[in-house]
């Protein structure tokens, strides 16, 4: 026999012997988990990278509040907007900020957690802007606002409805500012 090789007697003792589970470290208990991975579903939100009750609660809270407010800015300019290009996208606007107040409280009662009740300082901040197209760029600021803070946090929502909910509020906002720089550019 060579170097480095095993006899094939010394193989099949060393078979038998891990069948019988007499071979050393062998036994036929099935070992309990132990990875992360494999404990995954235990896991704590925070653990996981997720975003913890209180994060989410503060997080839609501070939504709620300003889309509060953007819904206030799309209401009251749509008013001044009347007889202009501006009045029909004010109104989608305002449609669409009172439709994620509604879906914001929903997941804010989902989550067992009381809504604030404040309207965000946005709201005094546009109307005292005298020009409707200046209010409106404005407006299309705190658009991008919403957005980039939905961006930061759909990474860490765990939950699938609440991710659905904010990633399609994401997308709405986006489609919003983008009517608004075309209505913009073209003077309204």
């Avoid at 069948?19 to 704590?44: Q, T, V, W, Y």
């Avoid at 653990?47 to 509060?68: P, S």
């Avoid at 409805?161 to 913009?184: K, P």
């Amino acid at each position: 026999m060579t170097r480095g090789t095993i006899s094939h007697r010394a193989v099949m003792r060393l078979a038998a012997g891990m069948m019988k589970g007499h071979f050393s470290g062998m036994s036929n208990d099935r070992p309990e988990p132990s990875s992360p991975a494999c404990l995954a579903h235990e896991a704590d939100d925070a653990y996981m990278g997720y975003a913890t009750t209180d994060e989410l609660a503060a997080f839609l809270n501070e939504l709620l509040e300003a889309e509060r407010a953007g819904t206030g800015v799309a209401l009251r300019s749509g008013e001044a907007a009347v007889g202009t290009n501006f009045a029909d996208l004010l109104r989608d606007v305002h449609h669409d900020e009172a439709r994620w107040c509604a879906m914001l409280l929903k997941q804010l009662k989902v989550l067992g957690v009381p809504a604030s009740t404040k309207i965000g300082a946005f709201q005094e901040k546009a109307l005292a802007i005298p020009g409707l197209p200046e209010r409106m760029a404005f407006l299309n600021r705190g658009q991008g606002w919403v957005v980039k803070k939905l961006r930061e946090m759909l990474p860490k929502v765990r939950d699938d409805g609440l991710h659905r909910d904010l990633a399609e509020m994401l997308q709405s906002h986006e489609v919003n500012i983008a009517r608004t720089n075309e209505a913009l550019k073209a003077g309204g």
